[in-house]
């Protein structure tokens, strides 16, 4: 299958966030994309680079002053001397004007610093925004609109390498190493297109609380979920609940318990894929995040390269036009292997 990849990515580089107080190491890094790209090549994919697209592809599925607030937050914190004192090279959310001022202060008006603006919008204190993220980000939505051109314009499949991942974004919300919705550009991109009903289906290991956010009660698109439950404690802990059902009904959530395996998430997939199928899509827009891989300490999941293989047949059974469009995985030395499992089930 065509795979697209957008080499501006490597300019969203940030090393560090802040966990529960604690700063820690990233590991959303360059060379997750690098290593993807690099094992598709090898394996024959045909490589196509990203092309460029206008701002009204953002702007379908996110708030605009959101977007030049994300634009300019970088040089906002270098001239309010943030690289000297605190002496942090990246914006880092500390403080968040929804809580303070829940009657009085609004994002329209902002606030007179970026340290305190960036509240407005950031979900959580992890994903920091260093000089490039607004480039690295941008790219990766170009590589989402690509793939979705090339699905739009006949192909059956295409595959978008993606990073940073997407799916955390919401309409005017950044967090959980996201900034920008891949997934929903593509999905809004294939409505734009022509295509009356498009389904996503997101089988990182985590609930895409942004995408479930930009299409709740829109009855073109559907949202449905395979993840680990928030229930049990994992991110992003207050949504992702098997009852979160919008008025258009095209919303399913199927949260699966923390040490979930191929057996128990291939069930839960079964079931959605089901519900999915019900919608009749004209095309699939699938989350793919391998981070649900046994050997992957960002969820307790316990997912095969054998369970990876398969949905990705599965997927393949519904027979819609798809746009693969990556989100989470991490661990370097066997996220290619994951991803190219879900690839290769689907052309099996
Ligand atoms: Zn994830």
Redesign the pocket.
Same mark, same amino acid.
């Given at each position: 299958m065509p795979v697209v990849v957008a080499p501006d990515h490597v300019h969203h580089d940030v090393a560090t966030g802040v966990w529960c107080g604690v700063t820690e190491a990233t590991d959303e890094l360059p060379v997750r994309a690098e290593i993807i790209a690099t094992a598709c090549a090898a394996a024959g994919a045909p490589m196509i680079e990203a092309s460029n697209h206008g701002p009204e592809v953002l702007l379908r599925v996110h708030d605009e002053r959101f977007l030049g607030v994300l634009e300019t937050a970088h040089q906002r914190w270098v001239a309010d001397g943030h690289l000297e004192s605190p002496g942090i090279p990246y914006v880092a959310p500390y403080f968040f004007p929804p809580v303070a001022g829940r009657h009085g202060g609004n994002r329209l008006r902002g606030a007179a610093t970026i340290r305190a603006e960036i509240g407005f919008y950031a979900m959580d204190t992890l994903t920091c925004i260093g000089a490039g993220t607004w480039i690295g980000a941008k790219a990766a939505t170009d590589a989402a609109a690509t793939a979705a051109d090339l699905v739009a314009g006949g192909q059956r499949v295409a595959y978008a390498v993606c990073r940073p991942?997407g +799916?955390h974004a919401g309409r005017a919300f950044f967090g #959980?190493s996201c900034y920008l919705n891949n997934a929903a550009v593509a999905a809004a991109q294939l409505r734009h297109a022509g295509a009356g009903r498009v389904a996503i289906v997101d089988i990182?290991? +985590?609930h895409g609380n942004g995408t479930q956010a930009i299409f709740w009660n829109d009855p073109s698109v559907f949202y449905g979920s395979v993840h680990v439950d928030p229930a049990a404690g994992w991110?992003p802990h207050t949504v992702g609940h098997a009852d979160e059902v919008d008025d258009t009904a095209t919303n399913c959530n199927m949260p699966v318990h923390p040490v979930a395996d191929d057996g128990d998430w291939l069930n839960a997939c079964t079931t959605l894929l089901t519900t999915v199928g019900l919608f009749e899509p004209e095309a699939l827009v699938v989350s793919l #995040?391998v981070?649900a891989a046994v050997d992957d300490p960002?969820?307790p999941l316990l997912v095969t390269d054998r369970g990876f293989a398969a949905i990705g047949r599965m997927i393949a059974g519904l027979d819609r036009p798809t746009v693969f469009v990556h989100? #989470?995985?991490y661990v370097l030395a066997t996220l290619a292997a994951h991803t190219l499992a879900v690839l290769q089930g689907f052309e099996s």
């Open positions: 991942p +799916h #959980g990182d290991a +985590h991110f #995040g981070d960002n969820s989100e #989470g995985g």
